[in-house]
């Protein structure tokens, strides 16, 4: 479904039905880029069909898919295209020019190559547990999620506030206990990959690939005040992933156990030849026991502190974390802060 991932909360939100929901997702459908047009982006069909749903609902888990296309000049192309130009006004008036001319000659060139360009294009997958109050977006990078979060929120036209999910225990503060310690919290296991850096200017950095982790030396280097920017693990021997400081989600994959049981799922995939439906099913089925296990493996939610109101309805910049706060014990019925509506 994705191999990466960030985790949001939905911490209010009057949920339309899924057909008025479809209704302002075919309002803001993709189209591709115009000839000089540098981007564009809009929802897709979830499945990959044309003309079909533009929200799946499979076992009450919504899936949406975001699609981004971009044109790019080469930088390259543009310098000497921008270059050319110069010469020739420095030819005939005896100056060069700078500043504000060259950015508009600039503007001029990228103008005239875009419809040449070729298109490159991305999907981003959102998932959505309306139950839970999870949403996941398929993305590596805190930015990349929080652009897809954006327009969900503007596509809801108020009443969706989402944020990233804040734990008691800093991950990087909870990867150093563990490694330090040689001991994975309940239910998970410490893989074979690690990044380490020094949280100071100089910004050393020891990196561990298909290494056992289970050595002094690991533990030596937290001493030394080396922080986990990475970690590699699974959890109940069914799902792997790599998790971030920035408590991201990446290399997702299912082990064996899991993807064994497959074939025993045949009413999941009974509605399409492709195998979407098992696919959805099999992927969410697991990850709505992974990430309360992994919140509640980090101290719980971070609780708002009392008489603070609720934020926008936007996503935050980047993820805050407070290790001395007290949780909600990884509930994914709880809520953080305030109550939610389903």
Same mark, same amino acid.
């Given at each position: 479904?994705?191999?990466?991932?960030?985790?949001?909360?939905?911490?209010?939100?009057?949920?339309?039905?899924?057909?008025?929901?479809?209704?302002?997702?075919?309002?803001?459908?993709?189209?591709?880029?115009?000839?000089?047009?540098?981007?564009?982006?809009?929802?897709?069909?979830?499945?990959?069909?044309?003309?079909?749903?533009?929200?799946?609902?499979?076992?009450?888990?919504?899936?949406?898919?975001?699609?981004?296309?971009?044109?790019?000049?080469?930088?390259?192309?543009?310098?000497?295209?921008?270059?050319?130009?110069?010469?020739?006004?420095?030819?005939?008036?005896?100056?060069?020019?700078?500043?504000?001319?060259?950015?508009?000659?600039?503007?001029?060139?990228?103008?005239?190559?875009?419809?040449?360009?070729?298109?490159?294009?991305?999907?981003?997958?959102?998932?959505?547990?309306?139950?839970?109050?999870?949403?996941?977006?398929?993305?590596?990078?805190?930015?990349?999620?929080?652009?897809?979060?954006?327009?969900?929120?503007?596509?809801?036209?108020?009443?969706?506030?989402?944020? =990233? @999910?804040?734990?008691?225990?800093?991950?990087?503060?909870?990867? !150093?206990?563990?490694? #330090?310690?040689? $001991?994975? /919290? +309940?239910?998970?296991?410490?893989?074979?990959?690690?990044?380490?850096?020094?949280?100071?200017?100089?910004?050393?950095?020891?990196?561990?690939?298909?290494?056992?982790?289970?050595?002094?030396?690991?533990?030596?280097?937290?001493?030394?005040?080396?922080?986990?920017?990475?970690?590699?693990?699974?959890?109940?021997?069914?799902?792997?992933?790599?998790?971030?400081?920035?408590?991201?989600?990446?290399?997702?994959?299912?082990?064996?156990?899991?993807?064994?049981?497959?074939?025993?799922?045949?009413?999941?995939?009974?509605?399409?030849?492709?195998?979407?439906?098992?696919?959805?099913?099999?992927?969410?089925?697991?990850?709505?026991?992974?990430?309360?296990? =992994? @919140?509640?493996?980090?101290?719980?939610?971070?609780?708002?502190? !009392?008489?603070?109101? #609720?934020?926008? $309805?936007? /996503? +935050?910049?980047?993820?805050?974390?407070?290790?001395?706060?007290?949780?909600?014990?990884?509930?994914?019925?709880?809520?953080?802060?305030?109550?939610?509506?389903?």
């Amino acid at each position: 479904m994705f191999k990466n991932a960030l985790v949001y909360r939905i911490e209010h939100w009057e949920a339309p039905g899924l057909a008025e929901l479809d209704q302002r997702l075919q309002a803001a459908r993709f189209v591709e880029c115009g000839a000089s047009q540098a981007e564009s982006v809009g929802w897709v069909e979830p499945r990959g069909e044309a003309h079909g749903a533009m929200v799946e609902s499979i076992g009450g888990q919504w899936v949406l898919r975001l699609a981004t296309e971009t044109k790019a000049v080469p930088g390259g192309v543009i310098k000497d295209q921008v270059g050319k130009k110069l010469d020739a006004i420095e030819k005939d008036t005896g100056r060069r020019p700078k500043g504000k001319i060259v950015k508009e000659l600039k503007e001029e060139v990228i103008h005239q190559l875009l419809p040449r360009a070729f298109p490159k294009r991305s999907d981003t997958v959102v998932w959505i547990d309306p139950q839970a109050h999870w949403l996941l977006v398929g993305a590596g990078s805190v930015k990349k999620a929080d652009a897809v979060v954006t327009r969900l929120v503007e596509l809801m036209g108020g009443g969706l506030k989402l944020g =990233l @999910v804040q734990t008691a225990l800093a991950p990087a503060t909870a990867m !150093a206990t563990w490694l #330090a310690e040689k $001991e994975a /919290p +309940p239910g998970f296991t410490i893989d074979r990959e690690c990044e380490l850096k020094q949280p100071d200017s100089e910004k050393a950095t020891v990196r561990y690939a298909r290494h056992t982790l289970d050595i002094d030396e690991v533990g030596e280097h937290v001493r030394q005040g080396k922080l986990p920017t990475q970690l590699a693990l699974s959890w109940a021997d069914r799902v792997s992933f790599v998790l971030t400081e920035a408590l991201t989600l990446k290399k997702i994959k299912l082990l064996d156990v899991v993807l064994e049981g497959r074939g025993a799922d045949a009413g999941a995939a009974q509605k399409d030849e492709g195998g979407f439906d098992a696919d959805v099913a099999l992927f969410t089925g697991e990850l709505r026991q992974l990430v309360p296990a =992994l @919140v509640e493996a980090l101290g719980g939610l971070q609780l708002r502190p !009392a008489g603070v109101p #609720a934020g926008p $309805e936007s /996503p +935050p910049s980047a993820p805050q974390r407070a290790p001395q706060h007290a949780g909600t014990g990884g509930n994914p019925d709880v809520a953080p802060w305030d109550s939610v509506a389903a």
